[in-house]
C-alpha cells in the first residue's frame, strides 16, 4: 500500500494551500481542510481503495460545504497521501498543516482550532459515507474525539499569556500524536 503513497516530504505547506485557497475563491483555513483529510482517514476511508482520492474529494465537500476541483482538488489528493505516509512513517513524521511559527500566536491558535474541528467533521463524515454510525468507537478514540471538540472552542483571545507559546506547542503535540495514533490503529486493524 504504501508503495502508491506520495512522499510526505512532497506535503504542500500552509502558505500553498492558502494560496490555492485563496484563487479558487474558497474561504476555508488551510488547517481545516488536513485536520477533515486526517478525520476521513481516522474514519476508516481505505486510501489502499481505487476510488480513495475521488472518495476523499467528495468527502471533503461534503465536510466543510465547498466545491474542490482543479489544482485544488490535485493537490489535495497529494496532501491526502503524502498525509497518511507521514502518519504511517516510523519516525512519526506526521505534523498537522499550521501556520509557520513565525506567523502571531493567535493565528496558529485558530488555525490549530480549524485543524480539530476539520478533523471532527471529516471523522463525522467518513463514518456517514461509510454507513458505519452504528459501529462503536473505542474508548481512547471517543476520549480524544472529545479532547478535541475542547480544543475546537479554544480563545484565541487568551493567546496573550507568557505560556501562550509553550501551551500552544504542547498542544499541537497532543493533537499530532493523538491522530496518528487513531490512524494508526485503522490502518493496523484493516490488515488483518
Known sequence: ??????????MPDWEELADLLFNAGQTVNPSEIHGVMVGLLASGFD????????QTVAATERALGMDVAGELAETMGRLSLAT???IVDSDYAFQPVLPSDDDAI??????????????????TEGVSSRNASSDAVDTSTAD???????????????ADSEDAERNLEELIEYVRLAAVSIVQ??????EF
Open 106 to 123: 493567535e493565528t496558529r491558535l485558530r488555525s490549530l482550532s480549524g485543524w480539530v474541528t476539520g478533523f471532527l467533521s471529516g471523522f
Open 1 to 10: 500500500m504504501l508503495d502508491s503513497l506520495g512522499a510526505f516530504e512532497d
Open 144 to 158: 480524544i474525539l472529545r479532547d478535541f471538540a475542547m480544543l475546537a472552542q479554544v480563545d484565541a483571545d487568551e
Open 84 to 86: 497518511l505516509s507521514a
Open 185 to 190: 490503529d485503522v490502518v493496523n486493524n484493516r
Open 47 to 54: 486510501p489502499a481503495d481505487d476510488n480513495h482520492l475521488a
